[in-house]
Each structure stands twice: as C-alpha cells, then as structure tokens.
C-alpha cells in the first residue's frame, strides 16, 4: 500500500479574495521550506504523474493535460503550494503543509508484548526499569519482602506485579516512598500475599499504588469445595487432565518426591502438580470414590465419617396403609418379631461398622376397643427380638393414638441392615392408623440415620 494523501478536497475551485472564480489560476508544489519543485499525482497510488504544477480550468477547477477534473495526492514528504494567477499574480502560498503518514517502517505481522519473568528468593527492592516485570518470590525458605518504588520516582502508568512462588510463609510488599496501596478498596502501607500463586498487580497514578490481586481459586482463602477422584498413593494409568487426587502415606511412582496429604493434579500431558495445603487451611474436599467430604484440619485431611456426632446419611420411610389384630402383649416380656404387625421397613448400610444408628418412629393410631385400652410398638434389626419399645394408651372410646420411638444403637456391620416397626394392642383388637384427621389416613413414618462416633 502507498502512503499518499489529496491535496484538495473533492469540488474545490480556485477563487479570489472576493470569491471570484480564477479561470487562469495554477497550483504550483514544492518541497517544505525550498524552492524545489514537488511531483504530484492524480491518483491516491501515485501512478499517474501530473508533473510539478496544476493548470485550472475556466471553472477553477483542477485539470489534467487533457483538461480531466482531477484530484491531486503527494507522498510522505511535506510540502509547499502556491496558487497563481496570470492577471492576479500569487494569490496565496501555504508551506509546510502535513503529508501523509509514513508507514514504511511498520510492522506488518501482529505485535506481541513482551511480560518477563523474574524469580527471587531474597528480599527483593524494585527498580524503575522492572516496569511491566512480574517477580516470582520463593518464599519457602522464610518470608520475603517486595519494596516498590516510591510513585514520584517511577511516574505514573509504572507497574510491575509479585507472585507468591512458595510452598510456606509470606511475601511482604511494602512502597519505599510510603504511599498506600488501594487494595479491594481500602487504603493500606503494606500488604502480603499468603498462599502459593496468589499475584498481585501493582499499578500507580504517580501518587499512590493500586492493586489487584488474583488468587487461583483452589488455595484461596475459601476456595469451595475442591473435586477429588480418590485418595491413594499410587499415580492411575491413564488421568484426565484436571483430576485430582489425594495423597495418602508413601506416595509412589511419578508421587514419590510428593508428600502425604497433598492434591496432585494432572496437567494433561502425563504430568503432576500439586498443591500443599498450609496448616490448619479449612480447605475442604469432596471425593468421588468414596461418596465422602473430607476437611484439612491442623496437619491432615479428615472426613465427615471421623467428626464425632455428625449424621453422614439418612433414610426416611413412610406408611399410610396399616392394620392389624394381632396382639402386642405387654406382658413383662421382650416383644417378638411375630408379635403385632409390621407397621413399616427401611434399609441402611452403615459406612462404619462403629458408627451408631438412629431410628425415629412416629405415628397416629386408632382402635375399634372401646374404653381405655393400652397398646405398644417395638423396634426390630432384623432379629427376632425387639431393640426398643414404646407404649401407647387410648384414653377413651374413639380417641387418637399417638405412638412416638427413638433409640440408638451400634451398627456393627457396612452391609444392609433392616429395620421395621411392628405395633398392636395388647389384648385382642384392631389397630390401624387413624383418619379422624382427614380422609386420607394419617401417615406413620420411620427415620434412620448414621452418626459418626
């Protein structure tokens, strides 16, 4: 492409001070400043050659030797123009009159800026020419401080940014001048960054210093629930890129220069990374092949399962069909699973044989006895013995019958274990649930929970 730029606008005519139209008028062009004359163009190309003046025609237009209407372009070099009449002599001259921009020397591929990279495992005083460097402070060796210029010696637009590159302690960032840090909108003298990655970005206006800091969202200070594959020792054959693991005690493998408790991530070309948890992080993690949260708790990772009292998984039934004539006889003995009818059953797989089970029982009954008559419900684990009971009493002819259980007891197992209610009266009668509440019979409901001890 040329570098070229039209002289005169389209529909210019050449005029007198009064605005009369010169019939005889003609541009003359010469270099800025000199007396030597300028070749121009009819064309923006600079192809077609009008020689070193323009002749005008009766119109005052602009013509060609063929007396075409024509515009006229230069080049790059400034230049000087005068328009003179025959009859009126110079009407008036204009010199060093901007060209067109030179693009010459430009590049013609795509810019790329350059972002250098320093690291550093000492203290470390910025300079005006690290502008636009990032430092990479290790700091597993002990804390380190980054001092940045004072902002009247650097000037404003300087930035430079510094990276947290260890696995433990702190990088401290303080001005040399004392001027503050606009950081997450408050006004501060120092700052530090705590975790490996985080980076902070330190622009200035020349009076203070503006700072946006970015954390990678695993080791920040709350960074979420982290997805975890497994825990194992053991690098798998085939990762995908992004999964991630738990380390356990004795890493192996391509983990052996890893340490218990790390997460290691696959960087997709049949590598690791890791990440440290720092002490006491809170950092918590769900992992998918145990269907389990764990938290990193002063120096290791802990699951829910091993946090005493917390209730790891729950299983609710209910029933609204129920009624039976067998006796629930309260006669001093313990209540058997062919004693009353089966009210309702659930299921539950313990995830720790030492974990205790929690059964909750409700429910709303009536009888066709009349009068005051007692009753009962007991709690089976799949033997042939009740667990628990509980007793129940009509007060009067027609009244509700509220029944209410709960007890706890060790699991023992990780496999299925089965639970029921069965209830009656305690001498012959029927027992069902109630619908003095409603057409629909009131619900019986049994809840079973896992509680980690």
């Known amino acids: 492409m040329v570098d070229s730029v039209n002289t005169i606008g389209p529909g210019w005519r050449a005029t007198s001070d009064n605005g009369d139209v010169i019939t005889d008028g003609v541009l003359f062009y010469f270099l800025s400043g000199t007396t030597t004359p300028l070749e121009v163009f009819s064309d923006a190309n600079l192809s077609v050659s009008l020689g070193t003046s323009v002749a005008c025609n009766s119109g005052g237009y602009p013509v060609s030797s063929g007396n075409a209407k024509v515009l006229v372009h230069v080049g790059v ?20 009159v901007k060209v067109a921009l030179d693009t010459s020397d430009f590049l013609t591929t795509a810019a790329v800026a350059d972002k250098p990279v320093t690291p550093s495992a000492v203290d470390r005083t910025l300079l005006v020419s690290d502008k636009g460097t990032i430092f ?11 001092t940045v210029p004072a902002p009247n010696v650097v000037g404003a637009g300087w930035w430079a940014a510094v990276a947290h590159g260890g696995t433990s302690n702190a990088l401290r960032v303080i001005s040399d001048g004392l001027a503050t840090f606009r950081l997450n909108g408050v006004d501060v003298t120092s700052f530090s960054l705590t975790s490996r990655g985080q980076t902070a970005y330190i622009a200035t206006d020349g009076t203070n ?20 594959v497994s825990r194992t020792n053991t690098p798998p054959g085939s990762p995908a890129a992004g999964d991630r693991h738990i380390l356990t005690a004795a890493p192996a493998g391509a983990w052996s220069s890893f340490a218990q408790h790390d997460i290691v991530e696959a960087n997709g070309f049949g590598g690791w990374f890791r990440y440290t948890p720092p002490t006491d992080a809170g950092w918590v993690a769900y992992v998918q092949a145990e269907d389990l949260y764990y938290t990193f708790r002063a120096s290791a990772w802990i699951s829910e399962q091993d946090i005493s009292g917390r209730v790891i998984q729950r299983v609710y039934v209910e029933s609204t069909s129920f009624s039976t004539t067998t006796v629930f006889p309260d006669d001093g003995t313990t209540p058997q699973s062919t004693e009353g009818g089966e009210v309702l059953t659930a299921n539950i797989t313990p995830r720790s044989a030492t974990n205790r089970i929690r059964a909750t029982f409700t429910g709303a009954f009536e009888t066709n006895q009349s009068g005051a008559q007692r009753g009962g419900a007991g709690l089976f684990n799949g033997g042939a013995s009740a ?65 980690t001890v």
């Not at 990479?136 to 980054?146: E, I, K, M, S, V």
């Not at 619908?435 to 929970?449: C, D, I, P, R």
């Open 77 to 96: 070099s400034p230049y000087k123009i005068r328009l003179v009449s025959t009859t009126l002599g110079t009407v008036w001259e204009h010199d060093g």
């Open 209 to 228: 210093y503006f700072v946006d800091i970015r954390t990678p969202g695993l080791i920040e200070g709350g960074p979420g629930i982290i997805k975890i």
């Open 387 to 451: 667990i628990a009971v509980t007793g129940f009493s009509q007060v009067d002819t027609g009244w509700a019958i509220n029944a209410a259980l709960q007890h706890e007891f060790v699991g023992g197992v990780t496999t299925a274990i089965t639970c029921s209610i069965r209830a009656g009266m305690s001498s012959a009668g029927t027992l069902s649930l109630t619908n003095n509440f409603g057409s629909t019979a009131q619900k019986a409901s049994l809840v079973l929970e896992e509680i």
């Open 136 to 146: 990479n402070f290790n700091t597993t060796a002990g804390t380190l401080t980054a």
